[in-house]
Structure formats: structure tokens, C-alpha cells
């Protein structure tokens, strides 16, 4: 037993996992920079409250980003060549990324906000193409069970990314402007242009090219079809496809449900912002990396169905402990204990679901699978949870968890009805 176990932790020690951490810091940095970071700056610089919300605008490409994912799957980026298609396309998201962060710390956002909102969209959209490339490079980097430690380790260096642009940029900004902390942000782009120079193209998938010579409209109604219509067809072909998706759609629904309430229930117990924030920050995070390494072994060790099982189930217990942080209120050394707990099995869900999507994806058309299936069903499950305050409002906040933790059982009997049906495998 313990001799398995040591065989499935061994794939921690692949040197493609160097790689995937410091693509992981990649795709995680610029998030907080249009996000929590950005919006400190805003308020520190006078701009409304009223704009500050407006600026969030900015993020929607993020939960857009299927839209141009058929580019990035199929096109060859002329000046990019030598580096292959997936490694060209993240050193000029990542380029690209560079100069609109350097164009946010020459900005002033009370002065020229327009500007500003301008340079902070075209860093979302910088950071999205990031995204589509890089988990189309992490799928094609593994096979079925190996997708859970990557993930993890993806996952590990994304962490430590926003802790680069969170506690790293609040902490310059004690000592400096904001435009200089901005200018430092910037220069994080360089860990994954390093990672994409000491990286090797994934394993190319052969696509039979078109002889014949075509008009330019010809040309791009093909583009068309094998980019954009081609990847949404193959996958309508599995078998009960749209099972698949009500199974993604409810699977991670417990946490997704309770998430925009925990911060007022927190406020409510009686929880300092101070409190919040330093327990989340060190026991949070470390148990969510904790979590998702944990849950990566899992899938190496017992492949995706039984872990996507176990943690699911595990996700709907330790929501449980929030019942209990009702019931005692402001206790410190609970709420640490109830965030940990949350964290780990969010981490370890986390692992085994983004193995199972990665696996979902046919490689001839990764990026644009991936990023159909992360982003579209993410805004569906955003969009259900926006009703969450009204439940909240409703009931006691022990009846709240009680019933977000019931939510877990609608994908877990779905499960095992795929499983019977042989609609999922590994």
C-alpha cells in the first residue's frame, strides 16, 4: 500500500513539473492586477466607488475566452514559428501581457481613466489567450492519469503567482507609488517566458492540409469548419454529451453556491478584516496547495472516476464545518480549522475535476475544448449562484450550509449513473 502510494507521488519529481509551476505563476499573477490589487489602487488614487465597480467590466474576457480559442488552436503565429504553435502563442500572450501591465503603471487612473480601463481590458485579454494556450499545453503535456498532478503543480505555481501580485504588490505599495509597484508586476511575465524557452513543444497532432488552391473566402469558411465548428461537433458526437455537461455544471456546485456568502458570514460572526484575511492567507492557501497536490497523487494513484467520487463527497462533509463555525460563532481557532478543511477538499475536488475536463478534451482541438468547458460552464454555475444571497436571507445561516451541502448529491448520483452507463471511464 504504502509502496503504491510512493509510486504514484513519484510523478512530482518529472521535470515537466518545473515547467508547470512557473507556467502556473504565469497564469496566475495578472489576475489580482485587474482584480483585488487594481482595485485598491483605484480607491487609493480617489476614483469612485461607482467606477471601481464599472472597472470590473474589464474582467469579462476572462469568462469569454472560448470565443477566440479557435484561433489560438489552429493558427501558426508567422513571427513565432520556431517555437512551435502552443509555446508561440504563450510567449506572445506573454509579451503582450508584459506591455499592457507597463501600460496600466504609466497610466493614471483619476486623471485618465478611460485610458486606464483600456490598458486593464487588454491585459484580461492578454491573460485569457495565456490561459487557452497554457491548459491546452498542460493537457497535451500528460496523459489521462498523470492530469492530476499537473494540475496540482499548475495549480501550486498559479498560487504563488497571486501571491506575487497580492501580498507582493500590497506590500511594495507600502514603500512605493503604485505606478513602480505596476512597473515590477510587470516583469512576472518573465518567469513564463523563461518556463517557454526550457520547455518542449507537446507532441504535434497531424491535420491533413488542404492541397488545392482556394479563394479567400473559401479558405476562411474551412478555417471556419475546422476550427470553430469542427471541436463543438466532435464533441456533441460522445455519447450523452449533454449528461457531460449537467455533470460539470452540478459537480463543483456546493463550493460555487456557497462562495459569495462567506465573507458576509464571516462579517456576521463577528470576524475582523484583519482575522479574515491572515487566516485565509496562511491557513487558506496552504491548504488548498495541500489539497490539490493531495487530490493529483489520488487521480495518479486511483485514476479520475473514484477521485472525482471521494472528493466529491468530501467537498459536501467538510462543508459541514461551516455549520459548525455557526453554531460557536467567533472562535478563532474553529474558523481555522473550518478553513482548512474547506480549502483542502476545494484543492483536492479542484485536481480531480480539471483532470476530468483535461481528459474530455480531443487533443486535435484542445484549447478550444478546454476552453468551452472551463469558462462557459464556470459562467453558468457563477450565474446559478447569484442566487444565493436570497437563500441566505431566507434561512439561518446553519440551514445555508446544511443545504449547500446537499448540493452535492445531485452529481454524485450522476456519477455513478455514468459510470453504469460506461459514459465515463479512468
Not at 457531460?244 to 463550493?255: A, G, K, N
Amino acid at each position: 500500500m504504502f509502496q503504491k502510494w510512493l509510486k504514484a507521488i513519484e510523478i512530482y519529481g518529472d521535470k515537466r513539473m518545473l515547467t508547470m509551476i512557473l507556467l502556473g505563476f504565469s497564469s496566475g499573477f495578472p489576475f489580482l492586477l485587474v482584480f483585488g490589487t487594481f482595485s485598491l489602487w483605484l480607491k487609493d488614487a480617489g476614483v469612485s466607488l461607482a467606477a471601481i465597480g464599472l472597472f470590473s467590466l474589464a474582467k469579462a474576457p476572462y469568462s469569454f475566452k472560448w470565443l477566440w480559442s479557435p484561433i489560438v488552436d489552429r493558427v501558426r503565429l508567422p513571427l513565432f514559428q520556431r517555437l512551435g504553435r502552443r509555446r508561440g502563442w504563450a510567449l506572445f500572450s506573454q509579451l503582450c501581457l508584459m506591455f499592457a501591465i507597463w501600460g496600466m503603471s504609466i497610466t493614471n487612473p483619476a486623471q485618465n481613466p478611460v485610458n486606464m480601463a483600456v490598458f486593464a481590458f487588454l491585459t484580461v485579454v492578454a491573460s485569457a489567450t495565456q490561459d487557452i494556450v497554457l491548459d491546452a499545453y498542460r493537457i497535451e503535456s500528460f496523459n489521462n492519469r498523470e492530469q492530476g498532478a499537473g494540475v496540482a503543480v499548475f495549480v501550486l505555481g498559479y498560487r504563488f503567482g497571486t501571491l506575487f501580485s497580492g501580498a507582493g504588490a500590497l506590500f511594495l505599495a507600502a514603500i512605493m507609488s503604485w505606478e513602480n509597484v505596476y512597473k515590477i508586476m510587470s516583469l512576472g511575465s518573465l518567469i513564463g517566458m523563461i518556463a517557454i524557452f526550457c520547455s518542449r513543444e507537446p507532441k504535434e497532432i497531424e491535420r491533413p492540409q488542404a492541397k488545392e488552391k482556394n479563394s479567400l473566402w473559401k479558405r476562411g469558411i474551412g478555417f471556419f469548419k475546422k476550427s470553430v465548428v469542427a471541436p463543438f461537433a466532435d464533441f456533441m458526437h460522445r455519447p450523452k454529451w449533454l449528461v457531460i455537461l449537467l455533470f460539470i455544471f452540478l459537480y463543483r456546485m456546493t463550493d460555487a453556491y456557497m462562495a459569495p456568502m462567506a465573507y458576509p458570514f464571516y462579517d456576521d460572526m463577528g470576524f475582523s478584516k484583519i482575522e479574515i484575511a491572515s487566516i485565509i492567507k496562511l491557513f487558506g492557501i496552504m491548504a488548498t496547495i495541500g489539497g490539490t497536490l493531495v487530490g493529483g497523487a489520488l487521480v495518479n494513484r486511483y485514476g479520475i472516476v473514484r477521485s472525482l467520487f471521494f472528493c466529491g463527497v468530501l467537498q459536501g462533509l467538510t462543508n459541514l464545518s461551516f455549520v459548525w463555525q455557526a453554531s460557536v460563532g467567533h472562535d478563532l481557532s474553529v474558523l481555522m480549522v473550518t478553513i482548512s478543511l474547506d480549502n483542502i477538499a476545494a484543492g483536492m475536488g479542484t485536481a480531480a475535476f480539471v483532470a476530468y475536463l483535461s481528459s474530455l478534451c480531443n487533443k486535435e482541438y484542445t484549447a478550444t475544448q478546454y476552453a468551452l468547458l472551463s469558462s462557459f460552464m464556470s459562467l453558468a454555475r457563477d450565474a446559478f449562484a447569484a442566487t444565493s444571497g436570497f437563500l441566505a436571507a431566507a434561512v439561518s445561516w446553519s440551514s445555508f450550509f446544511w443545504l449547500t451541502s446537499f448540493m452535492v448529491v445531485p452529481s454524485l448520483l450522476l456519477l455513478v449513473y455514468m459510470i453504469k452507463a460506461k459514459i465515463i471511464r479512468g
